[in-house]
């Protein structure tokens, strides 16, 4: 585990891109996505992350929101935050919203020689063996999981059978080649927010104030959004 603290900075001149992107239902954005976005943005001295919402998730129920209002959420959470963008990619495909579909067009837009990160919480790296095309995600990105103070759980054989000896352990490393590394990454402000509970926090009139942007809460009262 790779723990950052606040001083980390390997940003430095770099010559090709690096790039992350982190992908998700959004549903919605929170500041669990937000500043772990921000803090991987400076942890691996990125160009830009990429905040992709899935169109059709491949691995769960189909969000009760739709994908445009997920995406005006998200544009509305990141606001004007440096180094983050809001990306709409998924969208402008049909049919399940794949990750390898979404790298391999992240590949195509910065080049072979870009580093690419597929960033995911460790809650949706345990999954990881059940997507699809799993073993070519690390030939077209490296793979960096954030620690969640709310998802321990350790990992299953299949996925430490896929990660092999993929994982590596500094942000050097991982950036000398352009994909296929491992690195678990515990970023300074780790929060324990998830969707799922600001969604059960609106159904039932509870606050979630501090929970998400003040945008997004605004965007979710004037659109009547989660209510039962
Ligand atoms: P839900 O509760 O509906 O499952 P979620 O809060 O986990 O949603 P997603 O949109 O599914 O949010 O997450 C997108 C990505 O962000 C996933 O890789 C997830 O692990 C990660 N993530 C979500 N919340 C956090 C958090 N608080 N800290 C770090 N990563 C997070």
């Given at each position: 585990m790779c723990v950052v603290d606040r001083g980390s900075?390997?940003?430095?001149?770099?010559?090709?891109?690096?790039?992350?992107?982190?992908?998700?239902?959004?549903?919605?954005?929170?500041?669990?996505?937000?500043?772990?976005?921000?803090?991987?943005?400076?942890?691996?001295?990125?160009?830009?992350?990429?905040?992709?919402?899935?169109?059709?998730?491949?691995?769960?129920?189909?969000?009760?929101?739709?994908?445009?209002?997920?995406?005006a959420m998200l544009k509305a959470g990141i606001g004007d935050t440096s180094g983050l963008v809001a990306d709409d990619r998924e969208l402008r495909r049909d049919g399940p919203s794949y990750s390898t579909d979404t790298l391999a067009s992240l590949r195509e837009e910065f080049g072979q020689q870009a580093r690419i990160v597929m960033a995911v919480g460790h809650d949706a790296?345990?999954?990881?063996?059940?997507?699809?095309?799993?073993?070519r995600l690390f030939a077209l990105a490296h793979?960096?999981?954030?620690?969640?103070?709310?998802?321990?759980?350790?990992?299953?054989?299949?996925?430490?059978?896929?990660?092999?000896?993929?994982?590596?352990?500094?942000?050097r490393a991982l950036l000398a080649t352009p994909a296929g590394g491992l690195?678990?990454?515990?970023?300074?402000?780790?929060m324990a927010i998830s969707a799922t509970d600001i969604r059960q926090r609106l159904i039932d009139g509870r606050s979630v104030r501090y929970l998400l942007p003040e945008a997004v809460e605004q965007y979710i009262q004037i659109h009547h959004l989660y209510r039962q």
């Open positions: 900075d390997p940003k430095g001149t770099h010559s090709v891109p690096r790039v992350a992107m982190l992908g998700g239902t959004f549903d919605p954005v929170h500041l669990g996505h937000l500043r772990s976005a921000v803090e991987l943005h400076e942890a691996l001295g990125l160009d830009r992350v990429h905040l992709i919402p899935a169109h059709v998730p491949p691995h769960r129920e189909a969000p009760g929101v739709s994908s445009a209002q997920r995406l790296f345990l999954n990881l063996t059940s997507w699809h095309e799993p073993a793979v960096v999981v954030i620690d969640r103070p709310d998802h321990l759980s350790p990992l299953p054989t299949a996925l430490t059978e896929l990660i092999g000896d993929r994982e590596v352990d500094t942000v690195l678990r990454l515990s970023l300074p402000s780790r």
